[in-house]
């Protein structure tokens, strides 16, 4: 009973989206900024790609929402980043993080640091990142320096990840979501395990950035359990059927934003996922 109504918020969030056409601005790294702006359009939201503090403000403030990544950082974003945070959280605006590469340089690790009081509706990020930014923000114990990854890329799988999402959806009162071969989403008392996607999406430069901007689109008409898992659904779906299409990484983006903009409401609700209930 619980699953269908999460399935009927889906559906609900996919038909607002392609009916209002909300906008969720980007604050995003350079290197994909393309691919969350089309990604973002695919699938019925407006992309609004901007990096100086006061158009994050203005943007924030207009959107339904905000995606912040923190892939590619120029000086500016010191001033920018914190303090788009900041002014979405006084302005009860829903907001998405990326924490790209956490504990990679000093700037990364301020930037990060001052964005916890401004409480995420979504953190978005591999299972590396998510380890490190619950330790970097002393939810969890540990050194979160050992836990960055390699890069962009994870080091620890999924599943080592579920408690540090769980205390980052508990501190901020949002949701988490864990990208990897299976997705988890949390809002640190529901877990939902999402399954789909292609590994041709470890071959696009992109797809975990452009997740973010997506959830970014939902988030600005559903709550953040919701977004993040009808992101986290229309992208295993759409990863999935454009792989069949694909003969390899090139065509694979072609059809997977072809993907996204074909998915109807029924089935991203109905990709496979699986409902748990967080461990006391």
Not at 22 to 38: C, D, E
Request: aromatic share 6%.
């Amino acid at each position: 009973m619980e699953k269908k109504k999460i399935q009927e918020k889906m559906m609900e969030a996919v038909r607002q989206v392609r009916e209002t056409n909300p906008m969720a601005g980007s604050l995003t790294n350079y290197v994909t900024v393309n691919f969350v702006a089309n990604a973002q359009l695919a699938v019925g939201g407006s992309a609004a790609m901007v990096y100086l503090p006061d158009e994050g403000e203005a943007i924030g403030l207009a959107g339904g929402a905000t995606y912040i990544n923190v892939g590619t950082l120029l000086p500016i974003h010191e001033e920018s980043l914190p303090y788009t945070a900041k002014v979405l959280h006084e302005a009860g605006k829903p907001w998405v993080l990326d924490p790209v590469a956490v504990g990679i340089g000093d700037l990364r690790t301020k930037i990060l640091k001052e964005m916890k009081p401004y409480k995420p509706s979504v953190i978005r990020g591999n299972a590396s990142e998510i380890i490190a930014l619950s330790k970097m923000w002393e939810l969890e114990s540990g050194n979160w320096k050992e836990n960055h990854g390699r890069g962009v890329d994870s080091t620890a799988a999924v599943s080592e990840a579920e408690s540090a999402a769980i205390a980052l959806a508990k501190w901020t009162g949002g949701a988490v979501a864990v990208s990897g071969k299976e997705d988890l989403v949390t809002d640190g008392e529901r877990i939902a395990i999402s399954c789909g996607g292609s590994a041709f999406m470890e071959k696009v430069t992109g797809c975990g950035c452009s997740l973010g901007g997506v959830v970014a689109v939902y988030a600005a008409v559903t709550d953040p359990f919701t977004a993040a898992l009808t992101a986290t659904s229309i992208y295993n779906l759409a990863g999935s059927r454009a792989e069949k299409k694909a003969a390899g990484p090139g065509s694979f983006q072609m059809h997977f934003l072809d993907e996204l903009y074909l998915a109807s409401p029924e089935e991203v609700a109905e990709n496979p996922w699986k409902l748990e209930m967080a461990a006391e």
